[in-house]
């Protein structure tokens, strides 16, 4: 199966949105430090965030990487499949993207991406650009607009919870 748009990859560089699409751009603090940091990208690669949305989520390998098929469940019948389309690990910053696949109601990309500033703050960002692919997500309108948004922002809620248990040990 082929991407659903043509602007593949993206959402790897700070740049704008592709022409048509809609972007969105949602930062979350994590906490401080190394050991939030190594915690907060492990559970992004090895689907953990993912998994403990409370969403149905499937994949194709036991860790993000370029190739990996996904496949989200949303409201128990909405199966949005994606492929990983980049990964990025680097001393300070880690993170991976997917790309939406035929039969996903929106088209697009999305991000995660894990990064330590420079005072040792541990930030995740989820951003994106879409546009609906299917009758029910253009009647969504706004409310699917919200929807991508809530979920974003639970992202950083999950993994901040996620990060705080490590960093009370």
Known sequence: MSFTYDDVGATRDEGPCPPGFRPLHVRARLGEGEVVFRRAVEAVFAWEMHRALGIGFEASTERAEPGTDVTVTLAGM?????????????????????????????????????DRTGDGTVWLTVRSFSRPATWFARAGGPAARGFQHAYARRCGTVLRRMCDEVAED
């Open 78 to 114: 909405i199966k949005a499949p994606c492929r990983v389309v980049w990964t990025l690990e680097e001393h300070r910053r880690a993170g991976w993207a997917y790309g939406t696949l035929p039969g996903h109601p929106e088209s697009g990309e999305e991000a995660f991406v894990v």
